[in-house]
């Protein structure tokens, strides 16, 4: 295997493969080059069957990614079990676990429905519960740690979650750990896979390294690779004391320091490090590759809507100057910045999007997909299942039942057999089939109506039926997301596009994806920029009220003793996160900082510069004062 184009670390990652190994991959260090070729080394040059190895990633699409460039470098027959962590358990639960094929995924958007279904409680509220449901399921606390109200929710919620056959994503790592403590099961899975790799281990959970540990437990291989200073997920339930104190679990260890970046400028590095020196985690500092500087700069005004204007002004000069729309990225640590923000490009006819959950994982979008592949005969037999059982009333009847027909391929007949509500989703079925024939841009919005009144019928009967509560955020023919997503094809239709049949349907959806590469703006949260990277970086609200965002635990309300996690941890977390915004810039990177922030009620008051700018005021190219009269 070609190692010429990887530098000296890198290659020492590379050929390291049996023992245990802590790899420290900075950000832009090509901690995915050096994972594929570790990988292919193993199999090329070392003949281990590619069957042996275990790389466990963080999403979904970095497992595609890794094992893209695996077939790219050790052909495309290759096959390694490269996955998530959550998939890698449903694959164990359905070989070990009794009953493990017919459990489906409960998707967070999926399970906080069934927590609301269950227990009546508010969509507000489910949110705050769910966090505790996380830090019970994810190892961080004990369901006794919490008050009886939670307790009482957890139990119901897991409860109907098991009647209905549905898996949480954390909740599948707790069945598996379980599984593991056996010890036949444990042989057979470590007989299998003798390699373990695990990709951004600074994210991982102690749930998620208990598994690590047990499957590393015979064969002592196991590869990790993080970058501590991009550990931003704490609220998640991740804990970034298991990265940094790994010699602890495991003194043989050796740890390899994977520094020189390949993304930013010199000035942009020596930023970063500044920010991870003043950091007590133990990282090594990164060292810049690119022989161009990059540039970080500072510009203020007094409102933030007059920094917006900047934005744009900088961007258009941007392209005026040659470059291109989707050079540039515009960061904000929340959701609302962003909203205003594209309010001002729509104003300046700036092509922009906005990074967000894809339309094909929502919640209603994905169940509408399913009924329209299923009237066009095209979905298969478990995702018959799948449909059938996202209705939770449905589901409640007898989910056994309804597994076995499915299975045999005769859903649609059973519908209709059964009566009630089962047989009005197989009319429905057969009315499409015998109406529509398949889905196309002369009948999306007619097809999609259909679906939608029967399925609001279908959940408001079945729910009155079994005791749930039924919310009008639970309706289809009155939910955002699906009319967002409508309003997404219409514009399409409009523009000249045709498609007929589901195939084609699903590539025009797939090209909504924002991170489909055309050129316009991206706007997207410092969490959803990890791991990718734009020539201009724009960050907005740059100020101590805004960044850091320290905001009191909506968890604390519901457990017996105080759980204020200190403020102290809180800001370092933000402080990562900071870094990580910095580490997306190739060339260039604003700060934007307004100096009042209006109130509700037409008041202003001063705002400061974000305290995490004083760590690297020095270091700036430039501060300079808006002139910008919109």
């Not at 707790?174 to 790799?197: A, F, M």
Request: net charge neutral; with cysteine.
């Amino acid at each position: 295997m070609n190692t010429l184009n990887l530098n000296d670390k890198q290659v020492e990652a590379v050929k390291s493969v049996e023992g245990v190994y802590n790899i420290s991959s900075g950000a832009g260090t090509g901690k995915t080059t050096v994972v594929a070729h570790r990988i292919a080394n193993m199999i090329k040059n070392l003949k281990i069957p590619a069957g042996e190895i275990l790389a466990i990633t963080y999403t979904n699409s970095a497992a595609e990614e890794m094992n893209k460039r695996i077939r790219g470098l050790c052909g495309k027959d290759v096959e390694c079990q490269i996955s998530t962590i959550h998939v890698f358990a449903k694959l164990m639960i359905d070989k070990y676990y009794k009953g493990g094929k017919s459990l489906m995924w409960a998707t967070p958007d999926f399970s906080q429905k069934a927590l609301e279904a269950v227990t009546g409680v508010d969509r507000f509220s489910a949110l705050n519960v769910m966090k505790c449901i996380i830090e019970i399921e994810s190892g961080r606390k004990k369901l006794s740690d919490f008050n009886n109200t939670v307790q009482k929710y957890y139990n119901l919620y897991a409860d109907f979650l098991k009647k209905i056959k549905r898996l949480s994503f954390d909740g599948a790592l707790n069945i598996l750990n379980k599984l593991l403590d056996d010890p036949y099961v444990l042989e057979d899975i470590t007989n299998t896979y003798k390699y373990i790799i695990v990709d951004e281990f600074q994210d991982i959970n102690t749930v998620q390294f208990e598994i690590i540990q047990k499957l590393a437990s015979k064969n002592k291989n196991l590869f990790v690779v993080g970058d501590i200073n991009q550990s931003i997920y704490g609220f998640n339930g991740s804990d970034y004391t298991i990265m940094n104190d790994f010699e602890n679990y495991y003194p043989e260890a050796k740890t390899i320091n994977v520094n020189e970046n390949y993304r930013s400028g010199e000035n942009i590095i020596k930023v970063a490090n500044r920010i991870s020196e003043s950091s007590e985690l133990k990282s090594e500092p990164l060292s810049a590759n690119k022989d161009k500087t990059g540039a970080i700069k500072v510009i203020i005004s007094e409102y933030a809507d007059d920094l917006y204007y900047d934005v744009a002004e900088n961007i258009t000069q941007n392209v005026k100057n040659g470059g291109l729309y989707k050079d540039n990225a515009i960061i904000a640590r929340t959701n609302w910045e962003l909203s205003q923000m594209a309010k001002v490009l729509k104003r300046r006819r700036i092509p922009y999007v906005i990074y967000s959950q894809p339309y094909t994982e929502t919640l209603h979008t994905m169940h509408i997909f399913e009924h329209i592949l299923f009237f066009e005969n095209k979905l298969d037999n478990i995702g018959c299942y799948d449909l059938i059982t996202r209705y939770l009333g449905l589901a409640y009847d007898d989910i056994d039942e309804i597994y076995d027909v499915c299975m045999t391929g005769n859903a649609l007949s059973y519908l209709i057999a059964k009566g009630d509500e089962f047989k009005e989703l197989g009319l429905l079925i057969w009315k499409l089939r015998d109406k529509y024939v398949e889905i196309s841009d002369k009948n999306v919005r007619e097809v999609i109506s259909e679906i939608c009144l029967v399925c609001d019928h279908i959940n408001e009967t079945t729910y009155k039926k079994h005791n749930l509560v039924y919310s009008e955020n639970e309706r289809y023919s009155t939910s955002y997301d699906l009319e967002k997503f409508l309003g997404s094809i219409e514009f399409s239709i409009k523009r000249g596009v045709k498609f007929k049949g589901f195939e084609q349907f699903s590539k025009l959806v797939s090209s909504f994806d924002p991170t489909i590469d055309t050129d316009d703006v991206k706007l997207l949260t410092g969490h959803r920029a990890k791991g990718l990277e734009f020539k201009n970086v724009h960050l907005l609200n740059v100020t101590d009220n805004k960044f850091p965002l320290v905001r009191d635990n909506p968890i604390s309300q519901f457990t017996k003793a105080s759980y204020d996690i200190d403020e102290e941890l809180k800001i370092a977390e933000e402080l990562r996160l900071f870094y990580v915004i910095i580490t997306r810039a190739m060339e260039s990177l604003t700060l934007y900082v307004p100096t009042k922030q209006k109130s509700f009620g037409g008041k202003t008051k001063d705002v400061a510069p974000s305290r995490f700018i004083k760590e690297i005021r020095n270091l700036l190219d430039g501060w300079t004062v808006s002139s910008n009269n919109k």
